[in-house]
């Protein structure tokens, strides 16, 4: 069996922040080697892949950096599988350490917009997990408050509620309960950024 890898995408974020620890620490030699790791993820990018007129996905790579094949974009995981509660259609979006670079990867503000609705239009996003919990708010990246407001009305109107089975999914320790406040209230920390 030859191995497959993918970068923990959700290790590159706190890798991201202890590249910004070393930048204020004036460590130049860590930063460098930290902030290259957290940019590991253009790595695990492929153009070519496709789903529909949304171009460029992350794809799991063999050890011998060989794309993995045969791939399916749609195809979401558990414990053994390389995605994990979403498939790569969101996976590939949860890049909150460098959303500049991931919008000019998938064509710029309005490709990555129209990417984002298909996101939201065609059932990729499922709020009910935690790789979903930044893809309302990547619209602001790409100058569209308006959308982002929209998204997260239609998000808590439909599956947030006050009873006993209120939340879309397991609380986690209070990330799902934390996400609906934070939205509530009207914002959302990118972690690790002043944003």
């Not at 923990?8 to 930290?34: M, T, W």
């Amino acid at each position: 069996t030859t191995e497959i890898y993918t970068l923990s995408l959700h290790d590159a974020l706190p890798i991201f922040a202890f590249a910004q620890v070393a930048k204020g620490l004036e460590k130049a030699d860590e930063y460098r080697k930290y902030i290259g790791r957290a940019n590991n993820w253009t790595n695990l990018w492929d153009p070519s892949t496709n789903d529909g007129p949304v171009q460029g996905f992350i794809r799991p790579k063999r050890q011998d950096g060989s794309w993995l094949s045969p791939f399916v974009v749609t195809k979401a995981g558990t414990w053994p599988d390389y995605f994990y509660e979403a498939d790569s259609w969101e996976y590939s979006l949860d890049i909150p350490q460098n959303v500049r670079e991931l919008i000019a990867k998938s064509g710029g503000r309005e490709k990555f917009v129209e990417r984002l609705d298909l996101l939201f239009d065609k059932g990729h996003v499922d709020i009910g997990d935690e790789p979903a919990f930044l893809d309302p708010m990547l619209y602001l990246w790409a100058g569209r408050s308006d959308r982002t407001a929209d998204r997260i009305r239609q998000l808590l109107d439909t599956h947030f509620n006050s009873s006993r089975s209120g939340l879309p999914g397991n609380d986690d320790s209070g990330a799902m309960s934390s996400w609906f406040v934070f939205q509530a209230m009207g914002f959302y920390p990118n972690a690790g950024q002043d944003v």
